[in-house]
């Protein structure tokens, strides 16, 4: 168990942990701030940090871990009819 913890100083440099609006706890860049957005592009199952510049235009920031939603479980339930088209700058 020491050689995984001792592995936690890489995995986790230059990344932040972050609480979503529902309560999603995550782990993703450093630069994360209140008001950027998690989401799962179409056809994918990893979640990505975006930030809104206006407009509909988000800056990739880069993909995240987000517990609960790392495999496709975003995707339960949801009506995907109901999808979200944007710029990414």
């Known amino acids: 168990m020491d050689e995984i913890f001792s592995f ?7 990344r932040k942990v ?3 609006q529902l309560g999603f706890l995550g782990l993703g860049p450093d630069e994360v701030e209140p ?5 799962i592009l179409s056809g994918g199952d990893l ?13 990739f920031l880069e993909p ?3 517990h609960g939603i790392m495999n496709g479980e975003a995707y339960h339930g949801v009506d995907r009819t109901q ?4 710029v990414l700058v």
């Open 8 to 14: 936690v100083p890489l995995w986790t440099k230059g």
């Open 83 to 86: 999808q979200e088209t944007f």
């Open 35 to 39: 008001g950027d957005v998690v989401c």
């Open 18 to 20: 972050f609480v979503t």
């Open 47 to 59: 979640p990505y940090v975006v930030r809104s510049l206006g407009q509909g235009e988000f800056n």
């Open 64 to 66: 995240s871990y987000v």
